[in-house]
């Protein structure tokens, strides 16, 4: 079946230009996650949904990151005002809820370049 | 969730079995031990978990010690396709992953 996808693939920025980062998860899956990962390091939690419900959102650097999930389904992590440092990959990941299950299956990421 | 450290890198050849050490001292007696693998401009990989017991899937084996406080995942007979970085976790209860920096495992020919 079809796996997590996201678009853009890559999207370059101008610093101070806001961008949305789309993810469609696996059917079904109740579980939606962002990640961020900077360039040699390993991802980094952002946010976590359970169906249309934020319940962390920790990981989210400053107030100029915002994600949500409307309907449960499709999800867009939103930038405002980019920064430099913004730059790295945006992954998303989706999983069954579950007792023991952290399996988690990742979408190929969207790379963004502020510049 | 514990903390967990890993080799920066390995190098394995190509048909041989690789054994990715992972070192978790602090672990509790509920936290799984989960690994997954990031090929290049991929995102990550679910490859195989446990908790107690070792276990075997068509991707590889685990090892995990009785005293829990490590972990090795065995890749019987690797190809280039699995160069790749391994990441190695432990947790229970909270859903988000903590990656860490993981092993870079790279195949030679």
């Known amino acids: 079946g079809a796996g997590v996808s996201q678009s853009p693939r890559y999207k370059v920025a101008k610093r101070g230009q806001d961008v949305a980062l789309r993810c469609d998860p696996i059917?079904?899956?109740?579980?939606l996650f962002w990640y961020q990962q900077a360039l040699g390091q390993g991802p980094e939690f952002l946010t976590y949904f359970q169906n249309e419900a934020q319940l962390d959102k920790s990981g989210l650097p400053s107030d100029r990151f915002f994600a949500e999930r409307p309907e449960g389904s499709v999800s867009t992590l939103k930038i405002q005002r980019t920064q430099q440092e913004d730059s790295a990959v945006y992954l998303c990941?989706?999983?069954?809820?579950?007792?023991?299950?952290?399996?988690?299956?990742f979408g190929p990421g969207t790379r963004l370049t502020v510049t | 969730d514990a903390k967990t450290t890993q080799p920066t890198s390995m190098d394995c050849a190509e048909g041989r079995a690789a054994n990715l050490p992972c070192n978790h001292s602090?672990?509790?007696?509920?936290?799984?031990v989960y690994w997954y693998r990031q090929i290049h401009s991929q995102g990550p990989q679910y490859i195989i978990h446990?908790?107690?017991n070792n276990e075997t899937n068509e991707m590889a084996s685990l090892i995990i010690t009785e005293d829990r406080k490590s972990s090795t995942l065995i890749l019987p007979h690797a190809t280039l396709r699995d160069t790749a970085v391994y990441y190695c976790i432990a947790i229970f209860g909270n859903e988000k992953l903590t990656f860490g920096t993981g092993t870079r495992l790279t195949i030679i020919p």
């Open positions: 602090t672990i509790s007696g509920n936290e799984y």
């Open positions: 990941a989706s999983s069954l809820r579950g007792q023991g299950n952290y399996e988690q299956y």
């Open positions: 059917s079904g899956h109740v579980s």
């Open positions: 446990g908790l107690k």
